[in-house]
């Protein structure tokens, strides 16, 4: 079959002081954030890096260097508009997206609703058709510890 394709996407950043937590595009409050060249989103991140790969169009690293200067402080949902652009543009439209975000605090819960409601505005999608899921590490290795947040997506793609 050619008329689908699935990608998956990881991203991970650095917790730390003095930055914002910002998750699906959604900035929760929190008393660290995500260190990274844009605004670290990892949620938003890990989902272009789906998109990207179903189609074999690299990472979002080709597209938005991290030492490329007019990326620094990007907000993610624009640059995911870019992505879905360029998906669209190669006749594609997405089926669905299906996410895990790993964090030992804070509780996520709370904000999977808008986080979801974002991403699939964004996207032009129904939110249904954007599964967002929390858990966390039990306590194990670098996001365990809180050094961190990661986050795990899978996209169906479907020809227009």
Request: with cysteine; proline share 4%.
């Amino acid at each position: 079959m050619t008329n689908i394709r699935i990608g998956n996407g990881y991203d991970i950043h650095r917790l730390v002081s003095d930055r914002s937590l910002i998750l699906g595009g959604v900035k929760i409050p929190h008393e660290v954030g995500l260190l990274g060249h844009s605004d670290a989103d990892v949620l938003t991140h890990a989902i272009m890096d789906a998109m990207l790969g179903a189609l074999s169009l690299g990472d979002i690293g080709h597209y938005f260097p991290p030492s490329d200067a007019q990326w620094a402080g990007a907000d993610s949902l624009m640059l995911l508009a870019q992505v879905d652009k360029l998906i669209r543009d190669r006749g594609w439209q997405i089926g669905n997206i299906d996410s895990v975000v790993v964090a030992e605090r804070p509780k996520l819960k709370p904000h999977i609703e808008k986080m979801r409601d974002k991403l699939a505005g964004v996207l032009h999608l129904s939110p249904n058709q954007v599964g967002i899921k929390a858990t966390t590490n039990e306590k194990l290795g670098p996001v365990g510890r809180e050094e961190g947040i990661c986050a795990y997506a899978v996209v169906l793609l479907m020809a227009e």
